[in-house]
């Protein structure tokens, strides 16, 4: 069992829609979450970090579920640009050594 | 301010052959990490250097080795490639050690294509 699991997708969703999607982690005492984007044979980049009261920035909400163990993250107003792989990326001790990185979603956002 | 550079962008190796991949960042980073990404697979961690004058193995160490040649480079070396280390290489960065600085994040660099046949 992969220890940060997340639906391959694609989400394909239209212009101006909302779409969401959860990634599941394995370790209970894990101590940080992020998402992070990665557009077509590029780097990953920070999206946002996931706090244990869920957070905002724009259009993107991060929600965290520790009790069930995962993550989410809601796009409303879906642009054309969102068109992207999301990656979750979970730490489960206190070292950046130890990152977990999910195999991503991918959104694919249609005029 | 270019942030984390890789060198080079694409390879082709054959089987046997050695190569190292340089990566360079600008941010007086603390921490540096050699990544690999694979289809269908999360990135995967090959070694990390926590501070200039250590690295320590991660996941995927074997095949590589790795030189923290100062706080700004580390480099990551084939010492004799395989078809099974054909992926895509991502360096990065953190300012801190610890993941329990949210305002920390890595910081990747370009990424090197290589393919070994």
């Known amino acids: 069992r992969k220890e940060v699991e997340q639906d391959p997708g694609p989400f394909n969703v239209p212009e101006g829609a909302t779409v969401a999607f959860n990634c599941t982690y394995s370790n209970s005492a894990s101590q940080s979450f992020f998402w992070y984007r990665q557009d077509c044979r590029k780097e990953p980049k920070l999206l946002m970090s996931?706090?244990?009261s869920g957070n905002e920035d724009g259009r993107f909400t991060a929600q965290l579920n520790r009790a069930s163990q995962y993550i989410s993250l809601l796009i409303r107003d879906s642009k054309l640009s969102d068109s992207a792989t999301y990656l979750c990326?979970?730490?489960?001790?206190?070292?950046?050594?130890?990152?977990?990185f999910g195999a991503g979603t991918q959104v694919v956002v249609t005029p | 301010n270019a942030g984390v550079t890789q060198t080079p962008k694409f390879q082709v190796l054959k089987t046997g052959q050695s190569m190292t991949l340089q990566c360079a960042q600008d941010m007086n980073h603390n921490s540096m990490y050699w990544y690999r990404q694979d289809p269908g697979m999360g990135l995967r961690l090959i070694y990390y250097s926590a501070s200039e004058g250590t690295t320590d193995k991660g996941e995927v160490p074997n095949g590589y080795n790795v030189s923290r040649l100062n706080k700004r480079e580390f480099s990551l070396r084939l010492e004799s490639a395989a078809p099974s280390q054909t992926s895509v290489y991502f360096c990065a960065s953190t300012r801190d050690r610890a993941a329990s600085s949210y305002n920390s994040p890595l910081h990747f660099g370009n990424g090197t294509r290589l393919t070994v046949t």
């Open positions: 996931v706090y244990s």
């Open positions: 990326v979970v730490n489960p001790t206190d070292s950046w050594g130890k990152l977990q």
